[in-house]
């Protein structure tokens, strides 16, 4: 179930996002500011406070993505995020045609090994 909208992220945007997510039953959507989806502690991923949405996706498909629908990889704070794709908003309004990729990113990541918990101390 989708949380409320407690961002600056435009609505029709964040529930593109959460048509997509909705595709991979296990997927969930969290965050306040920053909308993104995650298991066992890797990013798999974001829309941003503007709406865009950023899909972290393995080598081939990553390479096959950019070339498919021209795009480029996500740049946050200056940075590139070479494993992260920018997803052109006419790929975000399809989710038939981007659901397959947002299935690869959850698959990968569930290949990937946990990352450890960071337990805050009481206090």
Known sequence: MAKPNKTSIPAE???LY???IATVPQAERKGAAM???SLNGHMVSYMNETG???LKLPPGAREEFLQRFDARL???YGI???D???VPDAVLADTAVLAPYFLTSW????????KPTKKRRPG
């Open 18 to 20: 959460d048509a997509l």
């Open 80 to 82: 590139v995020q070479k």
């Open 52 to 54: 865009v949405l950023a």
């Open 107 to 114: 698959r990968h990541t569930e290949g990937l090994k946990p």
């Open 84 to 86: 992260y794709v920018r």
């Open 35 to 37: 909308a993104y989806t």
């Open 74 to 76: 996500q740049e946050a």
């Open 13 to 15: 945007r964040l529930a």
